[in-house]
């Protein structure tokens, strides 16, 4: 070793690059580690900015959270304590928890307001649980007056929620009706109410009966309206045949006819729509999967298939108002959701559509639904070819009911409801209630 003019070590030969570079080591790993635990930070603080958006979380308490992340974040940055560190990555989690307790517990529907912005007097706004089946599951019932009739809906799926959709684009028949619409077991806010795995379509059934009761004894009405949306058309169907003396009148979009063929045509559809469109790739893919029935965990994934190719023929042909690209959206902004609810809302769908959809395959309305004793209104896109509108026009001309109305929406596809909102209303209300009020 040698030694400078001070009688200090001089190091040479290799050691010098060699310490060099495990300094050179030591700062790059400090400084990855720094940009990890900066990106954790920042996702952790992702739930206080999603409060602003799409919760109810009263204002003072998302800043004063808001502020509490940014502080937080702060120490973290400048801090050269690795306590001070800790404490303040901790804190950050800390916050993030509550901004997630407080999205579930202040999850509210909006009021409905008079020309003043206050309340509108004798209307109903509610988010509420009540007991179905020995569970828990959430309804809304929204209304500006609590006397009008009640209408049910039942949304699609299996495992569909559509509270964000209905009151969005079907808002207007809030005005004459009171409109309750149901997270069903396993589907949105009533995700955790029951054994995903142990559902049956007669569980669905059973509830949405004990749930008419309910609705009927609140609101002191003898019978209720029930409008069903694709599988939900399954269980009004169900429903209006075991208990006609409940309610006024069925009224179905996008009906479900007969599934196994229904879902058969679909596919066939789909290589049809490959070849004209010398799509090889997809044609290939279609093949490789093969024809409906599907079965087995994640199923709804292989009907998503080829059901993607017949949502898209629809939205080219079908020049509804409504956004229908929009609605996912329309969920993530739901304040009636919180941020477990909209991410449960997903799951619901994957997983409940997985189990309970292979269940349906028996169903053939045509052949052991030949009769309803309601008054029926099928309110179809033309350009459905999900819940194929040819079933459904053979159904009704089939279906023998004291009032039987095919009623076409030639703009819309699957959703009518949603791609002409107006016009589904005006229909529900000039010509369903016109109808079908004593």
């Known amino acids: 070793m040698r030694v400078n003019s001070l009688n200090q070590p001089v190091l040479g030969g290799e050691a010098a690059p060699k310490i060099v570079e495990r300094s050179l080591t030591r700062r790059l790993g400090t400084w990855l580690l720094a940009v990890v635990v900066l990106l954790l930070a920042l996702i952790l603080a992702l739930p206080v900015v999603l409060l602003f958006v799409g919760t109810s979380v009263p204002l003072v308490i998302s800043v004063i959270l808001a502020l509490a992340d940014l502080m937080l974040l702060g120490a973290l940055l400048t801090s050269r304590?690795?306590?001070?560190?800790?404490?303040?990555?901790?804190g950050?989690?800390?916050?993030?928890?509550?901004?997630?307790?407080?999205?579930?517990?202040?999850?509210?529907?909006?009021?409905?307001?008079?020309?003043?912005?206050?309340?509108?007097?004798?209307?109903?706004?509610?988010?509420?649980?009540?007991?179905?089946?020995?569970?828990e599951q959430w309804i809304t019932i929204r209304g500006k007056d609590v006397s009008n009739p009640v209408l049910l809906f039942l949304?699609?799926?299996?495992?569909?929620?559509?509270?964000?959709?209905?009151?969005?684009?079907?808002?207007?028949?809030?005005?004459?009706?009171?409109?309750?619409?149901?997270?069903?077991?396993?589907?949105?806010?009533?995700?955790?109410?029951?054994?995903?795995?142990?559902?049956?379509?007669?569980?669905?059934?059973?509830?949405?009966?004990?749930?008419?009761?309910?609705?009927?004894?609140?609101?002191?009405?003898?019978?209720?309206?029930?409008?069903?949306?694709?599988?939900?058309?399954?269980?009004?169907?169900?429903?209006?045949?075991?208990?006609?003396?409940?309610?006024?009148?069925?009224?179905?979009?996008?009906?479900?006819?007969?599934t196994t063929l229904n879902d058969q045509m679909g596919y066939e559809f789909a290589l049809d729509m490959a070849r004209q469109e010398d799509n090889v790739a997809l044609l290939e893919q279609l093949e490789r999967t093969g024809a409906p029935p599907y079965t087995g965990d994640g199923n709804f994934w292989t009907y998503a298939g080829y059901l993607n190719v017949l949502n898209s023929y629809m939205y080219r042909n079908a020049?509804?108002?409504?956004?229908?690209?929009?609605?996912?959206?329309?969920?993530?902004?739901?304040?009636?959701?919180?941020?477990?609810?909209?991410?449960?809302?997903?799951?619901?769908?994957?997983?409940?559509?997985?189990?309970v959809?292979?269940?349906?395959?028996?169903?053939?309305?045509?052949?052991?639904?030949?009769?309803?004793?309601?008054?029926?209104?099928?309110?179809?896109?033309?350009?459905?070819?999900?819940?194929?509108?040819?079933?459904?026009?053979?159904?009704?001309?089939?279906?023998?009911?004291?009032?039987n109305r095919l009623i076409w929406f030639e703009n819309s596809g699957h959703t009518p409801l949603y791609e002409e909102p107006t016009r589904f209303v005006d229909v529900m209300v000039n010509t369903v209630l016109a109808e079908t009020q004593p």
Do not use: C
């Not at 928890?97 to 309340?119: N, V, Y």
């Not at 169903?363 to 509108?389: C, H, K, Q």
């Open 81 to 90: 304590s690795l306590l001070v560190s800790l404490v303040s990555f901790g």
């Open 92 to 135: 950050i989690v800390g916050v993030s928890i509550l901004a997630i307790i407080f999205s579930q517990t202040f999850a509210s529907t909006p009021a409905i307001l008079d020309a003043q912005g206050q309340p509108l007097p004798n209307s109903v706004t509610s988010l509420e649980q009540v007991t179905l089946g020995g569970s």
């Open 155 to 258: 949304a699609g799926g299996p495992g569909g929620s559509e509270l964000a959709w209905t009151r969005r684009y079907l808002g207007a028949l809030e005005d004459h009706f009171v409109v309750v619409n149901w997270d069903q077991p396993g589907t949105g806010k009533s995700y955790g109410a029951v054994d995903i795995a142990a559902l049956t379509p007669e569980r669905f059934v059973s509830d949405a009966h004990e749930l008419t009761l309910l609705l009927r004894e609140r609101f002191g009405q003898d019978k209720i309206y029930v409008l069903g949306e694709s599988w939900g058309t399954i269980l009004g169907t169900w429903l209006v045949q075991r208990y006609p003396e409940d309610f006024h009148a069925y009224i179905a979009s996008a009906q479900m006819v007969y």
């Open 319 to 355: 020049a509804g108002e409504g956004g229908s690209d929009n609605r996912l959206f329309d969920v993530l902004l739901a304040p009636e959701y919180g941020l477990i609810d909209k991410v449960n809302w997903v799951r619901g769908l994957d997983q409940v559509f997985s189990t």
């Open 357 to 403: 959809y292979p269940r349906l395959g028996e169903i053939d309305f045509m052949t052991n639904v030949p009769s309803l004793d309601v008054p029926v209104y099928f309110l179809e896109g033309r350009w459905d070819v999900n819940a194929m509108a040819s079933l459904v026009e053979a159904y009704h001309n089939r279906l023998d009911a004291p009032v």
